[in-house]
């Protein structure tokens, strides 16, 4: 697995918070919290998160993933993915489940590569995808519950620019009004031209059925804590008839962990479309 791809993020906004100002049009934006809303039938939605992804040509090395679950008391302030993730695949922890919807929007011109492969039926079904030209398209999603990707892009020999390292930086090219370029050090590694860009924005809210379950999460009265997460894991291995010594720590202990993610493991994805094959 490649860790290292010419892949940009930022935020917007986070934890309910407008980070610029002249766009708080957008991240309190009706039309999404009525889509939001919609996508649920709740009578509530909050903006939780607004983040973007900004890209030249790129591959993709991600057979598939789920972005990062949380639930009432257990959430990425105080726990790590890994565990989050866990809780989701288990089912046992559905009651606490944060409800989310997201609207994601693309901006990308080129015609290689560069859409969007979805698992609306499980992974080990067959996917689904939005394919480019991705010019202000968007998708209304949970993607905390379904196995999705983005596509590589561009062309090949562009998609790895060499001196490309962890602090490289993505910015306008000075030299003209509409290209791109990827620095190292200050050094120029790659320009690139404005059709093989590819920009992505990310948009959240926290979703509330109803005011009984908006004051619930809001006041903290039903959360989850650690203690009780291991509890519930361990109550639920055992009537599955699975013998294992209980850790003292089990963030700790690797081969609790490893059980763990074996038993509620509900497989990966093995489908991909002809167009845009798996790594």
């Known amino acids: 697995m490649m860790f290292l791809t010419p892949n940009f993020r930022d935020y917007f906004a986070q934890n309910g918070t407008c980070l610029y100002p002249e766009i708080e049009d957008t991240f309190y934006n009706s039309r999404f919290l009525e889509q939001a809303r919609s996508y649920w039938k709740a009578k509530y939605a909050r903006p939780e998160m607004m983040l973007f992804n900004i890209q030249g040509p790129c591959g993709s090395h991600d057979p598939a993933h789920l972005d990062a679950t949380s639930f009432r008391g257990i959430t990425m302030k105080n726990t790590p993915i890994w565990l989050m993730n866990t809780m989701t695949k288990s089912g046992l922890f559905t009651r606490w489940l944060h409800r989310k919807a997201q609207v994601i929007t693309w901006f990308y011109q080129g015609r290689i590569g560069g859409g969007f492969t979805y698992w609306p039926e499980g992974p080990l079904d067959q996917p689904k995808r939005l394919a480019a030209p991705m010019w202000n398209r968007g998708v209304v999603v949970q993607n905390e519950m379904m196995y999705h990707r983005g596509e590589a892009n561009g062309p090949a020999d562009m998609?790895?620019?060499?001196?490309?390292?962890?602090?490289?930086?993505?910015?306008?090219?000075?030299?003209?009004?509409?290209?791109?370029?990827?620095?190292?050090?200050g050094q120029a590694i790659q320009t690139i031209p404005p059709q093989e860009t590819r920009f992505l924005v990310h948009w959240s809210a926290e979703i509330y059925m109803d005011m009984d379950e908006l004051k619930v999460v809001m006041d903290g009265t039903d959360d989850l804590t650690h203690e009780r997460v291991f509890d519930m894991f361990i109550k639920d291995l055992r009537a599955r008839g699975v013998t294992f010594p209980v850790p003292s720590d089990p963030f700790t202990d690797t081969t609790f962990v490893r059980l763990l993610n074996k038993t509620y493991d509900v497989g990966t994805p093995r489908i991909y479309p002809a167009e845009a094959p798996g790594p």
């Open 159 to 185: 998609r790895f620019p060499a001196g490309l390292a962890f602090h490289s930086l993505f910015g306008a090219d000075p030299k003209t009004a509409e290209d791109w370029q990827i620095t190292t050090d």
